[in-house]
């Protein structure tokens, strides 16, 4: 499986990509609006759940490799968990690669593939309160924020909510 847009190219994730993935979940930029830093042993957990066949019925992870279309060099990673009614969408960028519309491009790509392919008609995404950048992103992509969690988890010892974006087609 690949999708491509006019800047990226994007393909499942494989064993080899064990190292992009380890670095994004050990990186603190990445990691500032997510979760406190993860164990080895988590990250490597939540690779394995997302190695396996995919398929457009499939209730496990896709996870997509992205890349730049013409150096090649990895950029991040983007994708969706489905449980058949509504596709929980998520992407990690390298923070190198911040700002330059990777993030944006990538879920546009992915939410127009399971409209047309796995006919998901429903998406949502959860942003830490305070990730304005991933705000504009899932705004960018037709989400709208429609709910609030109050104090849904603490990153570092401090309470954070969870923003609900969603959107239906």
């Known amino acids: 499986m690949q999708l491509f847009t006019h800047r990226l190219a994007m393909r499942k994730l494989n064993n080899k990509d064990w190292p992009l993935f380890l670095?994004?979940?050990?990186?603190?930029?990445?990691?500032?609006?997510?979760?406190?830093m993860p164990s080895e042993a988590f990250v490597r957990n939540r690779f394995e759940l997302r190695l396996g066949n995919w398929g457009t019925r499939s209730r496990d992870p896709l996870c997509l490799v992205v890349t730049d279309k013409v150096s090649g060099v990895l950029l991040g990673v983007t994708g969706f968990t489905y449980d058949g009614d509504t596709a929980e969408l998520g992407y990690l960028f390298m923070p190198e690669y911040f700002g330059h519309g990777y993030a944006t491009e990538s879920l546009r790509a992915v939410i127009?593939?399971?409209?047309?392919?796995?006919?998901?008609?429903?998406?949502?995404?959860?942003?830490?309160r305070g990730n304005i950048n991933s705000e504009k992103v899932l705004s960018k992509?037709?989400?709208?924020?429609?709910?609030?969690?109050?104090?849904?988890?603490?990153i570092n010892g401090k309470l954070y909510d969870d923003l609900i974006y969603t959107l239906k087609l």
């Open 23 to 36: 670095q994004l979940h050990r990186e603190p930029q990445v990691l500032r609006y997510c979760y406190d």
């Open 112 to 128: 127009d593939w399971a409209w047309n392919e796995c006919k998901i008609h429903q998406y949502k995404a959860v942003v830490t």
């Open 141 to 154: 992509c037709g989400l709208t924020h429609t709910d609030t969690l109050q104090s849904a988890h603490t």
